[in-house]
């Protein structure tokens, strides 16, 4: 059995020129009988991916209303088609719509959105990496956007969870949080096993494994895929053809 820490790990004090966020809740659940996190990703998850943070300290943080929490990150190309988070169940919750909004301003309005049921996508107590296909909008690269994430039901023993690293490891971004609709966004804090940065991929095409890949994606070979993102700077006529 693994243990796993969960949970809400900060509370806002706000005064009208300071906010403070300190650890006041850390909850030690267990998951039942759950292998260790897959290292491996296979080559098609990868395939599109502008921004990613794939590292976890094997912790999550529960996606329960009215809890928001987000991960901010620095693309490099023009356009926006997708994100990928790496969620898993813990106990047994309900049906949850899980919504995901991109932003370039946390306290503005989203720039694309999409809910999924979890009725309807399969996400393991293990950790499934799951895909928030939107309609493709537009960015400009090296400015900063925003992934939020929220779950509209679950409580402390039964929800649907985000994984995290409690290390800085991605550098373009960080994690932050907003406990309520009447607190203000801010980081998390540092050390012990609060998020630095949230586990995620951003997709400047779309991923191969959608219901409804295009015509030019369904002829690539996946071993030509792995060619292609060995040797980024090799085949330019090709990845011309191919948009990548």
């Not at 006041?24 to 491996?40: D, F, G």
Request: overall charge negative; charged content about 20%; hydrophobic content about 35%.
């Amino acid at each position: 059995m693994k243990t796993k820490i969960i949970g809400i790990f900060v509370c806002m004090l706000l005064t009208t020129t300071v906010v403070s966020a300190i650890t006041i809740n850390i909850k030690e659940t267990i998951r039942p009988e759950a292998p260790e996190t897959v290292l491996y990703q296979p080559i098609l998850l990868n395939w599109g991916v502008d921004q990613e943070q794939t590292d976890n300290c094997g912790h999550g943080i529960i996606l329960t209303t009215p809890w928001l929490y987000a991960q901010s990150f620095t693309p490099t190309k023009e356009k926006l088609t997708a994100v990928r988070l790496h969620i898993f169940k813990y106990g047994t919750p309900p049906d949850v719509q899980l919504t995901v909004s991109i932003r370039d301003n946390l306290t503005q309005g989203d720039l694309a959105t999409k809910t999924i049921d979890t009725s309807q996508v399969t996400i393991e107590s293990s950790g499934t990496w799951v895909l928030f296909d939107f309609e493709d909008i537009s960015i400009t690269p090296d400015s900063t956007y925003f992934i939020v994430c929220s779950g509209n039901l679950g409580d402390d023993t039964n929800a649907y969870c985000w994984f995290y690293n409690n290390e800085d490891t991605y550098i373009g971004g960080t994690a932050w949080i907003k406990p309520d609709e009447n607190s203000i966004w801010t980081n998390f804090s540092q050390g012990g096993f609060n998020p630095d940065d949230f586990c995620f991929k951003t997709y400047f095409k779309k991923p191969l494994d959608i219901s409804t890949p295009t015509h030019k994606e369904n002829l690539v070979n996946p071993w030509l895929i792995s060619i292609l993102m060995r040797f980024p700077s090799a085949f330019p006529i090709l990845r011309h053809i191919m948009g990548y």
